[in-house]
């Protein structure tokens, strides 16, 4: 007996939490970065990131062990344009947020201001913590703004969720119809050039052969 199909326009059974799994591990939890930052060193972080996007962080120096002056460093985050979006000297252990303007490169400088060891004083310990977009919001507050119950704000996020990867790919889509267009250009340009050069040679060869008839017959070589 064969099996009855799924009516069309209609989810199967287990195909929303298949679709909120999916969501799920698309994105997954940010987790934080770490690294060892030499003495009188500087190390950026870039990321690209989409505009109107909320942008929140967190970070911890630790000093080395055996040091007396504690942890010592800058922090400071810009665009591409240079300007500063947070800034922190002799920086320890703080929390930054900021909003995007424009989709942009945004890089995040530390600079180590402890003077460079013997060898036997090991590096800070730099530990950053960077969200943006559904994981830089806090759904708990929300929630209690709002009075939302858990499983309204399990849905909220998954809504939000879902939103940030369709513009995602709408973005995607705009950037792949630019290089299309760019390519387009390029291969007309292209052949207008080539056109151009065959009828500059086309032309440059018939000039050549009539300027060689004329010269050997000045020269009585041929009638």
Request: proline fraction near 7%; hydrophobic fraction near 40%; aromatic fraction near 8%.
């Amino acid at each position: 007996m064969p099996l009855p199909l799924p009516l069309p326009g209609r989810p199967r059974l287990g195909q929303a939490p298949l679709l909120a799994l999916l969501l799920l591990l698309v994105v997954g939890p940010a987790r934080p970065i770490s690294f060892q930052l030499p003495g009188k060193a500087r190390k950026c972080l870039r990321e690209e990131i989409h505009r109107d996007t909320l942008v929140t962080g967190e970070y911890e120096i630790d000093a080395p062990p055996g040091s007396s002056t504690g942890p010592s460093a800058n922090l400071k985050i810009t665009d591409s344009a240079g300007h500063i979006l947070y800034a922190k000297e002799d920086a320890t252990k703080g929390k930054f947020a900021f909003t995007t303007e424009d989709y942009d490169m945004f890089e995040a400088c530390f600079e180590s201001k402890l003077p460079v060891g013997t060898g036997r004083m090991p590096d800070q310990l730099v530990i950053l913590d960077m969200k943006h977009g559904v994981e830089a919001k806090n759904y708990e507050e929300i929630a209690k703004v709002e009075k939302l119950k858990p499983l309204e704000v399990e849905l909220r996020r998954l809504e939000d969720l879902s939103e940030s990867i369709v513009n995602d790919f709408a973005y995607m889509k705009k950037r792949e119809e630019e290089m299309r267009d760019t390519n387009e250009s390029t291969n007309t340009r292209v052949l207008y050039f080539s056109i151009f050069s065959m009828c500059c040679l086309i032309g440059l060869a018939t000039w050549q052969v009539f300027y060689l008839r004329r010269f050997f017959k000045a020269k009585k070589l041929i009638e």
